[in-house]
C-alpha cells in the first residue's frame, strides 16, 4: 500500500510539473495565477480550487497526443495526519483538441466556485458521457 501511495504521488507531481510548462494560448504564456501555492488546483486560503490542463497518455490507436483538465477538490472537512485537507482529483474526458481542454477546465473552474465537490463531479461526469472525440 505504500509502494501504490509513493507511486501515485509521483505521478502527481510530474502531472503538476507538466501542467506548469503549459500555458493556456488564450493567455499569452503568462500563466495569471493569482491563487500562489502552485499546488494542482487545490484550494488555497480565501479561494476556490482552480482546475488545470495536463498533457495525458497518446492515443494507442493513432499516438496522437491528449489533454484533460483536473482539479483537486477538498473531500470533506477532516485532515490527513499531517494537518493537510483531504483532496481528491476529479478530472475530465481526455481530448486530442488542447483548446476544448482548456474549456473543460474552465467550465470545471467555475464549478468548482463554491467548492462543491458534488457539482463538480456531477460535470466531470457528464463531460465524460458527453466525450465523441
Known amino acids: 500500500a505504500l509502494a501504490v501511495a509513493v507511486a501515485v504521488e509521483a505521478e502527481a507531481a510530474l502531472a503538476v510539473k507538466v501542467a506548469a510548462s503549459r500555458a493556456p494560448p488564450s493567455q499569452g504564456g503568462g500563466g495569471g495565477d493569482s491563487g500562489g501555492g502552485g499546488s494542482s488546483g487545490a484550494p488555497v486560503e480565501g479561494g476556490p480550487p482552480k482546475a488545470e490542463v495536463v498533457e495525458s497518455k497518446a492515443r494507442q490507436s493513432t499516438g496522437e497526443k491528449t489533454w484533460r483538465a483536473?482539479?483537486?477538490?477538498?473531500?470533506?472537512?477532516?485532515?490527513?495526519?499531517?494537518?493537510?485537507?483531504?483532496?481528491?482529483?476529479?478530472?475530465?474526458?481526455?481530448?486530442i483538441d488542447r483548446d476544448q481542454a482548456y474549456k473543460d477546465a474552465e467550465d470545471i473552474t467555475e464549478a468548482a466556485r463554491d467548492c462543491d465537490t458534488a457539482k463538480v463531479k456531477a460535470l466531470a461526469r457528464k463531460l465524460l458521457s458527453n466525450n465523441v472525440s
Open 70 to 95: 483536473e482539479i483537486n477538490m477538498p473531500k470533506n472537512d477532516r485532515f490527513n495526519y499531517d494537518g493537510r485537507a483531504r483532496t481528491m482529483c476529479v478530472r475530465g474526458p481526455l481530448r
